[in-house]
Every structure is written in C-alpha cells, then in structure tokens.
C-alpha cells in the first residue's frame, strides 16, 4: 500500500512566520507534487518535482517555494505566512509514467490557519 | 481548477443513484478521472475513463463520457451513506498522472 504522510494535520501560525510543510512517500515514487484546496476552486497545483533537486512551478507558485534534497521527501516552504494562505494543503506522489493510467496518491492534508 | 467544473453540492436519499456531473475543457485530454475525498482524508482514485470510450462500468460505479460535450458524469447506483464525500474530476492535459486538472468538487451528502 502506498503511504503519503504529511507532518501535520493542524497547524495555525502567524503572519510573517516561515513555514515548512513536509511530505513523505515511501513507495519510490519519482514524482511528487504540493496542492491547496479551496472551497469551490477544487484543487490547485503550487509546484512538482520530478527528481530529486528538480522543480517546477505549478499553476499559483507565487509565495512559495519547495525542497527536494531526497527522493522521498518534499517540503513545501512559506516564507513569509500571509493570512491568504490559510488553506488545506495537499500533497501528492506517482509513478514516472509507464501507464497513461498511473495516478497520483494523495497524503491527509494539512490544514494551515495564518492569522 | 478553474475551467473544470462541477455543481458545487448534490443530496440524495440512500438507495437511490447518484449522478455527479464535471464540465471541462481541453479536448485533448487523454484520460479523465473520478476521485473521491472523504472527510479529513486525502483524495483517492475511483476510476478513470480513456477519451475514446463513452462508457465504464466498475461494479456500482458508471462513467459516462460525451465528448463533444466535455461533459463527464459518474452515477452511484444504490447510494450508501459511506459514499458521502466530495468527488472531484480530472483531466489529464498531458500524458497520465503528471499533468492532472483538477475541477471544483461536489459534496455528496447521502440522506439515510
């Protein structure tokens, strides 16, 4: 069974704060991915990586920035907390694509509270 | 998420069949998917339809697929209350699982 966990189901912090939001997969899974969620904007992707050190900015990177310094880890990093980030955080895991089919796995969420 | 859409919520009595409808926009995607979000969980795969198909079946679960359209719908046969939750649909833009456009959700709230 594959595992995504998230470090923290809760988390309320300050605006201005640095926050760090980590990910682990243990299933050797190349591809990792940040998401937020919002109430009626379904999910929406920060940023992805394909291998360890690489990234790429998804569709809303602004704010953010992300680590990859071990396959199956990846951080996402706030750093400087704004009240519009107040959010439940997503992450994800896949396969290097073999199947047109091989889906993405998806951690709990954390849900971060800026205030 | 934003040009993936769906009706934000649907109530239905248990027994009955749900049907959850998606709006979306690339006619070039490859595959679409059906997840499902229960409460404090992440999202889980239900099932996925191949744009050359118009139907699949998957025990209670039918995907009905009208590609001129760009109109997706999954029914639940024989709704249960452990099927309330929110169900999202995908669209992959590009090939597979790592390029996956997300619509808005519908929360599913099954009446016992």
């Known amino acids: 069974d594959v595992k995504v966990t998230q470090s923290s189901r809760y988390l309320v912090k300050r605006t201005g704060e640095k926050v760090f939001l980590e990910c682990v997969q243990d299933?050797?899974?190349?591809?990792m991915f940040w998401y937020r969620q919002d109430p009626g904007l379904g999910l929406r992707l920060i940023y992805f990586s394909y291998d360890v050190k690489m990234k790429e900015k998804g569709d809303i990177p602004e704010g953010y920035s992300v680590s990859r310094e071990k396959k199956e880890r990846f951080s996402l990093i706030l750093e400087s907390a704004s009240t519009n980030q107040t959010s439940m955080y997503l992450c994800a895991s896949s396969l290097v694509e073999r199947e047109s089919t091989d889906t993405q796995y998806f951690g709990p969420g954390t849900r971060l509270t800026v205030l | 998420g934003e040009d993936v859409e769906q009706s934000p919520f649907l109530s239905v009595r248990e027994g009955d069949s749900s049907v959850i409808n998606c709006t979306y926009t690339d006619s070039s995607s490859t595959y679409l998917y059906w997840y499902k979000q229960e409460p404090g969980a992440g999202l889980q795969l239900l099932t996925y339809?191949?744009?050359?198909?118009d139907m699949k079946q998957d025990q209670r679960l039918t995907v009905l697929l009208n590609k001129k359209d760009k109109h997706l719908s999954l029914r639940i046969a024989d709704t249960q209350t452990g099927d309330s939750a929110i169900y999202f649909c995908?669209?992959?833009?590009?090939?597979?699982?790592?390029?996956?456009?997300f619509g808005t959700g519908t929360r599913l709230t099954v009446i016992p």
């Open positions: 995908a669209e992959s833009r590009g090939a597979g699982a790592n390029n996956l456009f």
């Open positions: 339809i191949f744009s050359n198909m």
């Open positions: 299933m050797d899974h190349e591809n």
